[in-house]
């Protein structure tokens, strides 16, 4: 069974422009978090969707947003990139069972720097 | 608001041998707890989950613990080898918002 697969990889942006990255959990696996990883502040929540919709919320700005499509795959966007969204972008998919018996997998990330 | 800490920040041992890694929580209201590892530059590679109810879980030379009334978890590895190299990570499962919360990691380098 394939992993979860993360598009790009590699992204390099400037202040001001925006970026989308996406997101395709293991089949099967109706759970998509989102997370942000800095030397700094270590990894920080950003969103979960299950089916479609937005289930929680970290504390990042409405810059950063996300959906999720009808085959589960996810995509994230965050506007008016500043220097500080320079970061590791990592996804993670779950099965989402009841009882919160839930691992989650993660795939490899997106690397995105912003100059 | 849940905070994971785990201690130390780095360690260095040498090849063969065993090792606790150290994970706290805050709040024991939790579904799970799950240990991690990653490499330089990847993303995270689940070794062992926990479930509330469970007290341990083993896989190989790997053995993680959990004590939710006192909000601990260990990972023990046995026979450290250099490719055990990595920064390990525990996250607790929140109960509520289902949400996982990460510790800052323990950076650990197995000496040949």
């Known amino acids: 069974k394939a992993g979860v697969t993360q598009t790009p990889r590699y992204l390099i942006k400037t202040r001001g422009q925006q970026v989308t990255l996406s997101c395709s959990p293991i089949s099967g696996h109706r759970s998509v978090s989102w997370y942000q990883q800095t030397p700094g502040q270590g990894l920080q929540f950003l969103f979960e969707?299950?089916?479609?919709?937005?289930?929680n919320k970290g504390n990042f700005p409405g810059r950063f947003s996300g959906r999720q499509f009808s085959n589960s795959r996810s995509e994230m966007n965050v506007s008016t990139l500043e220097l500080g969204d320079s970061a590791l972008y990592l996804c993670a998919s779950s099965l989402a069972l009841r009882g919160g018996i839930d691992e989650q997998f993660f795939g490899p990330g997106t690397r995105l720097t912003v100059l | 608001k849940q905070e994971v800490t785990q201690i130390p920040a780095a360690l260095s041992v040498p090849e063969g041998e065993n090792l606790v890694l150290n994970c706290s929580f805050t709040d024991s209201a939790i579904y799970n707890l799950q240990w991690f590892r990653q490499d330089p530059g990847k993303g995270l590679t689940s070794l062992l989950l926990i479930q509330s109810s469970q007290r341990e879980q083993t896989s190989g030379r790997l053995n993680a613990s959990l004590d939710k009334s006192s909000g601990r978890s260990t990972l023990y590895i046995a026979a450290s080898q250099p490719g055990d190299s990595a920064t390990y990570l525990c996250a607790a499962h929140g109960l509520t918002g289902n949400q996982f919360y990460f510790g800052t990691g323990t950076s650990l380098t197995v000496i040949p």
């Open positions: 969707y299950f089916s479609e919709t937005q289930r």
